[in-house]
Nanobody, 126 residues
């Protein structure tokens, strides 16, 4: 079982930037697709971005494409989400998630995310 701990959330102004980080422990990190999701108040959790186990394939939700960048460091067991040009509608709790399948092929967004962190809050003011 993998443990995931997010950090880096906080308050930002519209147009600003934040960088979220997720630290993984408890199992091999490098062989698993990782993702970021978010849940805004009163809304369902939604996909934000994912990166495959080798780091050479990424997927993004249309709402964040061109503004957010997901990356991973397999040596440090971390996956980051760089968020630029933030908008008030980006306000949400952001969750890191890990795939349940080792060395999954195909689109990272198609992973079965079975492990989740506790989340970190992002608030974007207008």
């Amino acid at each position: 079982q993998v443990q995931l701990v997010e950090s880096g959330g906080g308050l930002a102004q519209a147009g600003g930037s934040l960088r979220l980080s997720c630290a993984a422990s408890g199992r091999t990190f490098s062989g698993y697709t990782m993702g970021w999701f978010r849940q805004a108040p009163g809304k369902e959790r939604e996909f934000v971005a994912a990166i495959n186990w080798s780091g050479d394939s990424t997927d993004y939700a249309d709402s964040v494409k061109g503004r957010f960048t997901i990356s991973r460091d397999n040596a440090k067991n971390t996956v980051d989400l760089q968020m630029n040009s933030l908008k008030p509608e980006d306000t949400a709790f952001y969750y890191c998630a890990a795939d349940s399948m080792f060395l999954r092929k195909g689109s990272p967004a198609g992973a079965d995310f079975g492990s989740w962190g506790q989340g970190t809050q992002v608030v974007v003011s207008s």
